[in-house]
């Protein structure tokens, strides 16, 4: 029989995610989860960092964390390495939702409430990078990249201002790194030493899809403790454009042009300093080391929605 502790929720949320919307979706969480008798903590940040402290100094055995927020807020709280066994809900309410999109998870929460009492659960992989300026390691969840979109990731970021962060302040920053596009040369390092490129854009992905309009070939899975290394050629703008289209048509193929590989650890270098991505969050600059934590999440997905066989 549970103890009085392990029936607790502890509800994770960035208020501002999503507009706002995260926050105004904690109360009627909080209301569901109380009506199939759950006791809930509410844990909400006004900062960058907090919930990754809050995550940081759990002691006691919780039901399940419940993250409301986009994948920067999932990052947060996986930043903090959470014991793997311990069911992570996301209730998603960010501008980014791309974990959510790929698990199918409800985004209301009455539906959120129901899927963590039957309590269904996928373990998956996570990655962590290391890099040469920092000796914090991050966590990655759904995929680094180096090459345009980690460009524009920098670009849209040095813009922004306050604490909202829409999709349509990516316009800009996409159409000037297309334009202004200026090809730098990378390289993926494998464990076993063999060293491929150069590439245009190297992505090293832990799940397949992004954002429900893009798709990675090759059998992607999330516990094998592989990632998957894809790396483009492509002689400028035109080129990784072509690419893209490609993806949002679910017909990328490895080929001359796009190499797969997969690997439980890579490092990617580059020819010039070369920003990177994690997540859609800036992370640094190349080179730097990203290796596979095998089955270190246990996220709860709805299984009735989300029914793909490992
Ligand atoms: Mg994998």
Redesign the pocket.
């Known amino acids: 029989m549970e103890t009085c502790e392990e029936s607790t929720v502890l509800v994770l949320a960035n208020p501002k995610s999503g507009g706002g919307l995260a926050g105004e979706l904690v109360p009627y969480l909080v209301r569901d989860l109380g009506r199939s008798g759950r006791a809930v903590e509410v844990f909400q940040s006004s900062a960058a960092g907090q919930i990754t402290g809050r995550v940081a100094s759990i002691t006691k055995r919780y039901h399940a964390l419940c993250v409301v927020g986009g994948d920067g807020t999932v990052r947060e709280a996986l930043q903090a390495r959470p014991p793997k066994d311990l069911p992570i809900a996301v209730l998603p309410a960010g501008t980014s939702n791309v974990l959510a999109q790929e698990f199918r998870l409800p985004k209301n929460p009455t539906e959120t409430a129901r899927m963590i009492e039957r309590g269904a659960t996928r373990v998956l992989?996570l990655g962590v990078i290391e890099r040469t300026d920092t000796t914090q390691h991050e966590v990655m969840v759904l995929m680094v990249g180096a090459g345009i979109d980690s460009q524009i990731v920098e670009r849209a970021h040095s813009k922004r201002r306050g604490s909202t962060f829409g999709k349509l302040a990516y316009i800009g920053p996409i159409a000037r790194s297309l334009v202004s596009y200026h090809k730098i040369d990378h390289w993926f390092v494998l464990e076993d030493g063999s060293r491929h490129g150069p590439f245009a854009q190297i992505v090293v992905?832990?799940?397949a899809g992004y954002g429900g309009f893009w798709r990675m070939p090759g059998d992607?899975?999330?516990?094998?403790?592989?990632?998957?290394v894809y790396g483009f050629k492509a002689s400028g703008a035109m080129g990784l454009l072509r690419h893209g289209v490609r993806g949002a048509f679910k017909k990328l193929e490895e080929g001359s042009d796009l190499v797969h590989f997969?690997a439980s650890k890579v490092r990617i270098e580059a020819s010039e300093p070369s920003p990177v991505q994690c997540d859609g969050d800036p992370a640094g600059c190349c080179p730097i080391e990203v290796r596979?934590v095998q089955r270190a999440l246990t996220l709860v997905i709805d299984e009735r929605t989300y029914s793909r066989s490992v």
């Open positions: 992989d992905a832990n799940i992607v899975r999330y516990d094998d403790g592989l990632f998957d997969q596979s």
